[in-house]
């Protein structure tokens, strides 16, 4: 029975590059997957390309593509990425120049796009879960992303594409595209989709699953994070997974590692919802078969909703920063005088917030004053952070901050401010049949 050999090349935008270059060298692949979007990546992407329309791809697309393209062109690997975030055919047309700078003369890029679907929003005034709907927001609303499926994909590999760069597909489904189309599997056999979703989550998250968020000292021991590889799924035929990764390469993979990642941001495993299918994880098995070797089985699926997911970006709001260290005997002590002086001085100035808030970092930033440490601390960082209604007031935040410089406690440095504005992400649901993907073809 056939089988296939899947890498995730990255888990999120700002990924290590050295793990994908060793899978993309070393990992005997089919296909080098790299999942780089989040709900706010891919506002921030359009609100880039509003500024300057060649831009709105993820700014390490150049640097990876670079990175592994010699190597995928020598082995034979295909690359599927939703590097394209705002602007896919912008990012065919960058990688490929890349690839006639390395003398790949006749590959082939495809971008697949579609998922922006701002203007489909307006029209239908879909509600959001943050309350209201989408004309509600006004000039607020910065864009409206649908999570596609793998049928682009698929539509781009059928055409002959070695690399295909999508927009807001959705995580697994950049690893179902490739099994569709290399198996044949229907885009209504549910229970093989289902399993296909099961490999594709498995993966999205890179070094998640190989040991890298499981690592805790002493409970959970991984060797060799700082060269931590990634996985790798081989996936048979009938759906059948193995989860592992180069050998020698840092990290782990077990059958508790898998299970982390099998869990991880699934609300019920029974209903997976996403755009090819609902996939069903409850009578998943996991079962170590070798050293770094996890055998994953027993996934199925269900009809799909026909609806897909849409991320709506939105300016919300700004938020102004202000930081300084105090060391030394007395630290805690001149730290929380050093808050109790911005915490005035903003009553005094009238700077105008809706939200506010103060934290001494190493003694009460994260739990809070109830659970704050009584002893002494040596060093402390003052972090006071508000949001407002506009940039200015947000300024004048960091600005209070930085003055105790020469007007606050003994002993102050290392001020740091910034202002910034909020981008927020509200959620809607929009009929599948009016998110029409296409494919566009570049060769180099």
Partial sequence: MRTIRMGAGAGYSGDRLE??????????????VFECLAERTIALAQQAKMRDPETGYDPLLDARMNAVLPA?????????????????????????????????????????????????AIQLDLPIDSGGTVR??????????????????????????????????????????????????????????????????????????????????GLKDVADLARLGFPIGEVREDGDLVITKVEGSGGAV??????????????????????????????????????????????TGRSKTGELKVSVG????????????????????????AIDIVRERLKLTGVKTTELRFDL??????????????ASANEVRIRVTGRTESLEEAVRIGQEVETLYTNGPAGGGGAWRSSREVIAVASTLVPEHVVKTSVQMFEA
């Fill in 254 to 299: 077990t059958a508790a590692t898998v299970k982390e990642q099998l869990l991880y941001e699934i609300h019920d495993p029974a209903r997976y919802y996403q755009p090819d299918v609902i996939a069903d994880f409850s009578t998943v098995r996991v079962e170590e078969v070798g050293a770094d070797r996890v055998h994953v089985a027993g996934a």
């Fill in 361 to 374: 970092i190493g003694v009460d930033a994260l739990h809070g004053s109830t659970l704050a440490q009584q």
């Fill in 19 to 32: 793990p994908a270059i060793e899978l993309a060298e070393r990992g005997r692949l089919d296909y080098l």
């Fill in 136 to 217: 509600d927001l006004g000039n607020r609303v910065v864009s409206a992303n649908a999570y596609t499926g793998a049928a682009g994909i698929v539509e781009a590999l059928v055409a002959g594409a070695d690399v295909v760069i999508t927009g807001r597909a959705a995580d697994p489904s950049l690893y179902l595209g490739p099994l569709v189309f290399d198996f044949g599997w229907k885009m209504d056999d549910w229970s093989m989709l289902g399993k296909g979703i099961l490999a594709g989550h498995l993966l999205e998250c890179a070094g998640q699953i190989t040991g890298g968020y499981f690592a805790d000292p």
């Fill in 314 to 337: 939105y300016l919300d709001s700004y938020i102004g920063e202000g930081q300084i260290s105090y060391a030394g005997p007395g630290a805690v002590e001149r730290g929380r005088l």
């Fill in 72 to 120: 995928c062109r020598a082995n034979g690997v295909r690359i599927v990425t939703n590097m394209g975030a705002a602007n896919p055919e912008a990012s065919a047309q960058l990688l490929a120049k890349i690839a006639r700078y390395h003398g790949m003369k006749g590959l082939k890029v495809a971008s697949v796009v579609g998922d922006d679907v701002l203007d489909t």
